[in-house]
């Protein structure tokens, strides 16, 4: 049973950082084909925020870019959200996702998501 359990979310007024993180158990024998930090604000679409695939190439929303870092640590199967000189409009709920593969077979994950709140 492959869980996640995010953590780091909270409140924070503009300018400030927080850092979210991930924890992935129960992977077993499949492996990691990518990691990465989804958002979804009241009455919008979720958006994918970063990302970063197995060779560790990273891919982040136009919004963040400069002010978030996503990062990993392949041991502990955990991915990080840096997020700094934090915006009104950075306020979601922030959920993970992992990608696992097994052959050709690709499986999705999410955590439970966890509320980020910037005041102004």
């Known amino acids: 049973q492959v869980q996640l359990v995010e953590s780091g979310g909270g409140s924070v007024q503009a300018g400030g950082s927080l850092t979210l993180s991930c924890a992935a158990s129960?992977?077993?024998?499949?492996?990691?084909?990518?990691m990465g930090w989804y958002r979804q604000a009241p009455g919008q679409q979720r958006e994918m925020v970063a990302a970063i695939i197995g060779s560790g190439e990273t891919n982040y929303a136009d919004s963040v870019k400069g002010r978030f870092t996503i990062s990993r640590d392949n041991a502990k199967n955990t991915v990080y959200l840096q997020m700094n000189s934090l915006k009104p409009e950075d306020t979601a709920v922030y959920s993970c996702?992992?990608?696992?593969?097994?052959?050709?077979?690709?499986?999705?994950?999410w955590g439970q998501g966890t509320q980020v709140t910037v005041s102004s």
């Open positions: 996702n992992v990608r696992l593969a097994a052959g050709i077979l690709r499986y999705d994950y």
């Open positions: 129960g992977i077993a024998f499949r492996r990691i084909d990518a």
